[in-house]
């Protein structure tokens, strides 16, 4: 029994150590949830930068150029809300331990306006209308729509999944 005594207090104590499986499935942890911003932030700075490559083509008409700035104010918008993401994570990774239950309320707050701010960014009409777009059938436009649509719509989906961390 007393060489058992110290494998047993080993196994106890590696048992409590060791992350629960439910606590590990919950969803991402705060560094993937950061990796995840960063991503999105830099893959966003890429598109903005060659739309103004495609602003600087002298043969762009008014209608291409009203679409293309829209998408850049949209996507500076997106910007600095992805970056607001991001240090709300941040500061709430480094001091879970100091923030009450209303803190972690106003948080969950702030984050779930900055989806619902992502959503409206994706479903406001921009300038020029459905048809327009569709009637131009202009590969920059659909494309670098589609892009910004698709990042934002993921980045949607990772919100709700990451919100698991502050519960």
């Given at each position: 029994m007393?060489?058992?005594?110290?494998l047993?207090?080993?196994l106890?104590?590696f048992?409590?150590c060791?992350p629960?499986?439910?606590?590990?499935?919950?969803?991402?942890?705060?560094k993937?949830?950061?990796?995840t911003f960063?991503?999105?932030f830099?893959?966003?700075?890429?598109q903005?930068l060659r739309?103004?490559?495609?602003?600087?083509?002298?043969?762009?008409?008014?209608?291409?150029s009203?679409?293309f700035?829209?998408?850049?104010?949209?996507?500076?918008?997106?910007?600095g809300?992805?970056?607001n993401l991001?240090d709300?994570?941040?500061?709430?990774?480094k001091?879970?331990y100091?923030?009450?239950?209303?803190?972690r309320?106003?948080?969950?707050?702030r984050?779930?306006?900055?989806?619902?701010?992502f959503?409206?960014?994706?479903?406001?009409?921009?300038?020029?209308?459905r048809q327009?777009?569709?009637?131009?059938?202009?590969?920059?436009?659909?494309?670098n729509?589609?892009?910004?649509?698709d990042?934002v719509?993921?980045?949607?989906?990772?919100l709700e999944?990451?919100?698991?961390?502050?519960?």
């Amino acid at each position: 029994m007393k060489k058992l005594s110290p494998l047993l207090a080993v196994l106890v104590l590696f048992a409590f150590c060791s992350p629960f499986p439910a606590q590990a499935q919950n969803g991402p942890s705060i560094k993937e949830s950061i990796n995840t911003f960063m991503t999105y932030f830099n893959e966003t700075v890429v598109q903005s930068l060659r739309i103004q490559e495609i602003l600087k083509d002298e043969n762009l008409s008014d209608a291409d150029s009203l679409f293309f700035f829209d998408l850049v104010s949209r996507l500076e918008k997106t910007l600095g809300l992805v970056l607001n993401l991001r240090d709300l994570y941040f500061l709430y990774g480094k001091t879970t331990y100091c923030f009450t239950k209303d803190e972690r309320k106003y948080i969950l707050d702030r984050i779930e306006n900055i989806n619902g701010t992502f959503k409206q960014l994706v479903e406001n009409k921009y300038i020029l209308t459905r048809q327009e777009l569709e009637g131009l059938k202009n590969d920059r436009r659909t494309e670098n729509l589609g892009l910004f649509n698709d990042r934002v719509n993921r980045l949607r989906a990772f919100l709700e999944i990451s919100q698991e961390i502050f519960r």
